[in-house]
């Protein structure tokens, strides 16, 4: 499978635990995006990497929430002391910038915190 | 602040029926706007679309933009219950760092009964 791939599918963790998940782009691709998605919502934008520098991240990012992606390969995106409020669905994307390609999103992490 | 707004939140429909989707946006820095279906998973690529006017079309599914008014629509003529999913409408902004980055709308839900 060529394809975005993120690990793992699911997570459920308890109030105050770190989490960490992962995301491997398509292998060719310089630009890599982490997105949040609630219920009833669009995906909304979180961070994003070109090759291993981290361009910008939401000002909606708590500084719980840190993203890596050393060597500008895979990216890994950690939350610190998880809240209920944390839950969602953790979409990762990957493009090759200017080819004016779209982006192609991985199956996505779905994190329930209780 | 950068917003993308689709109609309607969602929609019930009849095998057969013809649906028109729309999504309005207001972003500094537009590059292309893009539409996108999910069920249940990642998203997956529908159409891009740069310039106005021009229409995309791919099988049932056919899409135009209007640069001057801010809009797009996605038509779908005789669906079918494999055509149930959520359609989301993304802004991709232009210039700096915020390049290639998506804004998503709230996305629409569409039902296909048989």
């Known amino acids: 499978d060529t394809g975005v791939s993120q690990n793992p599918r699911h997570k459920i963790t308890k109030r105050g635990q770190n989490v960490t998940f992962r995301c491997d782009p398509i292998?060719?691709?310089?630009?890599l995006y982490w997105y949040r998605q609630t219920l009833g919502q669009g995906p909304e934008f979180l961070t994003y990497?070109?090759?291993?520098?981290?361009?910008?991240k939401s000002r909606l990012l708590s500084d719980r929430f840190s993203a890596e992606r050393p060597k500008g390969s895979f990216s890994t995106l950690e939350i610190q002391r998880t809240e209920q409020g944390d839950s969602a669905m953790y979409l990762c994307?990957?493009?090759?910038?200017?080819?004016?390609?779209?982006?192609?999103f991985g199956q996505g992490t779905r994190l329930t915190v209780v | 602040e950068d917003k993308v707004v689709q109609s309607p939140l969602s929609l019930v429909v009849h095998e057969g029926d013809t649906v028109t989707l729309n999504c309005s946006y207001e972003?500094?820095?537009?590059?292309?706007l893009l539409w996108y279906k999910q069920e249940k998973k990642a998203p997956t690529f529908l159409f891009m679309l740069?310039?106005?006017?021009i229409e995309k079309k791919s099988g049932r599914l056919s899409s135009i933009l209007d640069k001057k008014e801010l809009f797009s629509i996605l038509n779908i003529t005789a669906t079918q219950t494999g055509d149930s999913a959520v359609y989301l409408c993304?802004?991709?902004?232009?210039?700096?760092?915020?390049?290639?980055?998506?804004?998503f709308g709230q996305g629409t839900i569409l039902t296909v009964h048989p």
């Open positions: 990497f070109q090759n291993e520098a981290q361009l910008e």
């Open positions: 740069t310039s106005s006017g």
């Open positions: 993304a802004v991709e902004h232009a210039g700096g760092t915020s390049y290639g980055k998506l804004t």
């Open positions: 994307a990957s493009s090759l910038v200017g080819t004016g390609a779209e982006a192609f």
């Open positions: 292998s060719e691709h310089n630009r």
């Open positions: 972003v500094t820095n537009f590059r292309s």
